[in-house]
């Protein structure tokens, strides 16, 4: 018998969390929900798995300037507490924004210097516990340093000329002259999955430090500097270790390949480091997070799915939450409509992403300041309004 509602929003960002979200929504209806908060791999991603019944492992790390940061992953003994995915697999989904993110950063950003080696740490630290399976969700960077501060993390010596151990850093990645891993942890038989919708590879006008370096205070120059770097590491890595690389070293050409994948370039690089390192698949963010969930089987018997996100635009488009969400119900045949802070997708653009209407707080208070101070009531309103539209009640 068709009865709930399944309320599966991403966070509105500066405002609520997903689940806040989620809770909102839910007590505006008026009507039984069920509620899951989502994410799709980046800033956020810990919370809303923890939320639908991870546990929380808080552990002092490095942040993306060297200096010690407090950084959450999320943990399951037995894989997903209602997930569709193979169970019994201790499973951690590790957020690199919770460690090497920009909201890590304690000043300005230091493009050339920030390191991704705090979510190395947290990596090490899950499986030190026994985890089978982690999930990296990738986004919100503050490095681009080609996941090698991740590595490091993990145990690999990045090595100069002289055998010294390189710095902290993209830009440090030039004077790289082999790679020692011996000391690197073991990980047979542990599954890596990064979720990310970045498909950018590692180098050029394409690559991690072209397109990313500036948002996060690359000048041209740095970023000239940044991607001659990163091929660097990508063709010592090819050299030495069997992978192929992007450039040239020794003279010798390679070809494309690891540093060429469709989202070697995530996350500065990191994206990367997980797939010749850590020998990682890259999994579609929202697709693979919502399975683990367990969407799949909440969504049976749902007489509609409400998701939704702080801005519904043109970024919503390209892999975010909510056309996730509406992607997933429309194979259930159950009908979507989203709530958000603002929009600026059109009806059509709306329809055509799998959604019917789209419900936003700038309908209720055209303020957006005030839209962010009280979101929570304001959405509370805007859930009754659906109900209203819809005939929930």
Known sequence: M?????????????????????????????????????????????????ACGFTRVTVEVTGPTGQPVQASYAWHPTGS???????????????????????????????????SRGTGELIAHALAGGARRIVLGLGGSACTDGG???????????LDANGDELGPGGAALAALDRIDVTGFADISGVEFVVASDVDNPLLGPHGAAAVYGPQKGATPDDV????????????????????TGAVEHDDRPRPMG???????????GVGFAALAFLHAEIRPGIDYLLDLL???????????VITGEGSLDEQSLRGKAPVGVAQAAAEAGVPVVAVCGRRTLTDADLKAAGIEAAYALTDLEPDPARCMADAGPLLERLAARLAADRGLT
Request: glycine content about 16%; charged content about 20%; hydrophobic content about 50%.
């Open 2 to 50: 068709v009865e709930h509602v399944l309320v599966a929003p991403d966070k509105f960002k500066g405002s609520l969390t997903a689940a806040e979200v989620a809770d909102r929504v839910s007590a505006g209806l008026g009507v039984p929900a069920v509620r899951l908060p989502v994410a799709d791999g980046g800033d956020g991603t810990v919370d809303a798995v923890v």
């Open 148 to 158: 090698a501060g991740m590595v490091q993390a993990l145990g690999a010596r990045l």
């Open 224 to 243: 000239r500097t940044l991607d001659a770097a990163l091929g660097r590491l990508a063709a010592v890595a090819a050299w030495t270790h069997g992978l």
């Open 258 to 268: 690891v540093a060429g994948a469709p989202g070697a370039g995530a996350a500065g």
């Open 294 to 304: 367990g969407f799949g089987s909440l969504v049976r018997g749902a007489r509609l």
């Open 81 to 115: 507490p209602a997930g569709d995915s193979s169970p019994g697999r201790p499973t951690a989904v590790v957020e690199l924004a919770e460690a090497s993110g920009l909201r890590r950063l304690p000043g300005a950003p230091e493009p050339l210097t920030a390191t």
